[in-house]
């Protein structure tokens, strides 16, 4: 599918730049058994600083492969919902509750690839040297990450020598230097995703029950430790107490051609990023995004000039399907899943923490 984009600008240099590449998959039952399909791609490496960040909801925040993918791919659930309508969609249907809400067809699942290790906790994996991997008493070292743990969290990094650098299981923000960010690692909101299902809040209110992960692939080259994986994305969140389906972690032999492992150690990480869904309309069958906006636009340009994966964007979308009258606001219509918003707390207070944001940056309507 990367491949099929063909040369573009927003694909690394190469050889002297390398990116992240993370996509969703669908899975639908069929007479011949099933049939598997890509329904987003993303790619992203950057993560915008607080002092960035828009209330007008028309910038991206966190431009990382695998959140621009899930937001990519909540398009694709809103291309499907209004097939749905018109009994077109092989994945969901029109619900008959009486609530408008649309239902997943049965057996359909959903799967999750991602070119490289999460960052965050996911990533704090224990250097091997000759002694035997799962005593904790022979990990000499493990290798560090850049995200740091929230301020004002108990558990910080105690950054003494040796493998108690890092403390574990700690929500942390993105990596990065600078500006610092308030957007969660990607370990932190996978984890959530697999917890509360990768639908978000407006589409809760639209779907009946979550939309859950069934697998994560992660792609070859570098390092990777399937229990750190495990305790990073599933155990923290005591998700095998709660949750019907607990995901498989999967590794692929394949290395992602732009992936920083394919490339020279010399190279840097690629600005840009491309989004792509199934049913994105348009001139061009994908975007390109720069600081969490579109190519060649102005922080305050005309919305057509947005992101198709901007919050503002999602809340033109869900009011298309959904039967309010006027526009709620943002905030308001994601306080409305009050069912989702209930779970997505008790997943943050088993986590311990979680950065809190500012309500001025979710105050903006459709228009
Ligand atoms: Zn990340």
Known sequence: MYDNLGKIGAKPKEGLEWTLLSGFLIEIPSD???TLEVVSLATGTKCIGKNSMSSLGNVVNDSHAEVLARRAFLRYVYSEIKRAHNNESSVLFSGYDGKRKCCLRKDVKFHMFTSHVPCGDASIIPIVGTKRKYEAESIEDVHRTGAKCLPGDARQDLKISGHNYHVVSSVRTKPGRGDPTLSVSCSDKIAKWLYVGIQ???LSLLINGPLLISTITIGGGGQYDSGVLHRALIERSRLSDTCSVIPKI???KLVFCHSRYSVTSASKPCTSSIIWYKGLS??????VAVEGKKQGCTKTGPSKNNLSVTKKEFLKVFLEFSNFN???GYRQAKDLATEYQAKVKYFKDTLGSWPVKDPKLECFFST
């Open 326 to 328: 006027g526009d709620p």
């Open 200 to 202: 978000g809040a407006l």
């Open 32 to 34: 011949k058994g099933s």
């Open 250 to 252: 999967y590794r692929s």
């Open 282 to 287: 348009g001139k061009r069958q994908f975007e």
